[in-house]
């Protein structure tokens, strides 16, 4: 058989399996975030913090400020309670490779070059739940900051769950205009240390 014949045939049965692994990892994650209103609560806060942090008026700011909080409350519950949901997830659905790029079934392959999702769901829980309570021991900027940090790297940690790392850092990027080094150079120097030990162990 002709060598490039054999070739686009690896390529297809590749991108079958490597598609087919990722519907799996999408419906897996997508099963357990069902059951929360994270990606309303993030967007609430997002624009809230935005719009605060872009207001002239005082008052008004500190009226969005205090909006801000019932939604950063639900949000820290709730990501709580995914990161408890998750941690009674079977072990091998939930490694992520340390891959720059999606190769089909990576976490079996090439177990030691993995790390936890559940793990890492658990030290975001526990950084947004610090970024909130640290308040107001810090002022409401550098708490929206920081807060904003810890959901982007959340959501790049789901993203990279589902498809890669380069893709989660790409729409990291396009979404938020923000590099994955400066979002983790952002949130706190705990969830900093603990995310980089987590997936460089």
């Known amino acids: 058989m002709d060598p490039l014949v054999l070739l686009v045939m690896a390529g297809l049965a590749a991108y079958a399996l490597k598609t087919q692994d990722q519907r799996r990892r999408i419906a897996l994650l997508g099963n357990h975030l069902q059951n929360y209103s994270l990606e309303k609560h993030m967007e609430t806060l997002t624009e809230g913090y935005l719009r605060a942090l872009g207001e002239d008026d005082a008052e008004r700011r500190e009226q969005i400020w205090g909006l801000m909080r019932a939604n950063e409350t639900a949000l820290s519950e709730q990501l709580g309670r995914l990161a408890n949901d998750l941690s009674r997830a079977d072990a091998d659905t939930v490694r992520i490779s340390k891959l720059a790029?999606?190769?089909?079934?990576?976490?079996?392959?090439?177990?030691?070059?993995?790390?936890?999702?559940?793990?890492?769901?658990?030290?975001?829980?526990?950084?947004?739940?610090?970024?909130?309570?640290?308040?107001?021991?810090?002022?409401?900027?550098?708490?929206?900051?920081?807060?904003?940090?810890?959901?982007?790297?959340?959501?790049?940690?789901?993203?990279?769950?589902?498809?890669?790392?380069?893709?989660?850092?790409?729409?990291?990027?396009?979404?938020?205009?923000?590099?994955?080094?400066?979002?983790?150079?952002?949130?706190?120097?705990?969830?900093?240390?603990?995310?980089?030990?987590?997936?460089?162990?």
């Open 101 to 201: 790029w999606a190769v089909p079934f990576a976490d079996r392959l090439f177990p030691t070059a993995t790390f936890d999702l559940r793990k890492a769901v658990s030290i975001h829980a526990q950084g947004v739940a610090k970024a909130i309570e640290d308040y107001p021991a810090r002022s409401d900027k550098d708490k929206a900051f920081t807060v904003m940090a810890e959901m982007y790297l959340f959501q790049h940690t789901c993203h990279w769950y589902c498809r890669s790392k380069t893709v989660a850092s790409a729409r990291l990027m396009a979404r938020h205009k923000t590099a994955y080094a400066q979002v983790l150079a952002a949130v706190s120097p705990d969830t900093r240390r603990a995310y980089t030990k987590l997936i460089e162990g």
